[in-house]
């Protein structure tokens, strides 16, 4: 395939680790979209948001993401909300192989009481924030070429699941 595959999904599901198995399996070159950001910006996500706020982080994140999905074909995993933006999904549906990686309500909300770094989570409101933010994105994550349900599966077989539609 000489397509990118891009992986989207909510934040903690494990487009990066998936991510960088996968480009083990192709041979090819990982990006993390936040991990580029972060690195531009010498500082976390986190507190780009706290300094900057939601709107700053996201025409950095946009410009950063089309500028990566038009360079040399990878694996890709997007932002959380990257796939929220009208001019990312529409370069991604065009020019790569999307999936979006799906987990269960309670399997997010396990993951997230573990990690604090979610800049758009509290601690106080978290069943509802992610509540609010999963019933929004949902709508567009389905918007990917393939859902890959991640549900208590090791990581080996989700990586087999999508190299079978990749690479098909």
């Not at 990066?16 to 041979?27: E, V």
């Not at 410009?63 to 997007?78: F, H, N, P, S």
């Not at 396990?110 to 106080?124: E, G, H, I, T, V």
């Not at 999963?134 to 999508?162: G, M, T």
């Amino acid at each position: 395939m000489n397509k990118s595959l891009v992986l989207t999904g909510m934040m903690g599901v494990g487009k990066s680790t998936i991510g960088r198995l996968l480009a083990k399996k192709l041979n090819t070159k990982f990006i993390d979209v936040d991990k580029i950001i972060e690195k531009n910006e010498k500082r976390s996500i986190k507190k780009i948001f706290q300094s900057d706020g939601e709107n700053y982080f996201r025409k950095l994140e946009e410009k950063t993401t089309i500028k990566i999905l038009k360079g040399k074909k990878a694996v890709i995993a997007l932002g959380g909300g990257a796939f929220m933006n009208d001019q990312i999904r529409s370069e991604v549906l065009k020019s790569c192989v999307s999936f979006w990686l799906s987990l269960r309500f309670d399997q997010l909300i396990k993951r997230y009481k573990r990690n604090n770094r979610r800049p758009l989570l509290s601690k106080d409101n978290l069943e509802n924030d992610v509540k609010k933010i999963y019933k929004l994105r949902k709508k567009v994550y389905r918007l990917a070429d393939f859902r890959i349900k991640c549900d208590n599966i090791e990581k080996s077989k989700i990586v087999q699941k999508i190299l079978v539609f990749y690479e098909s």
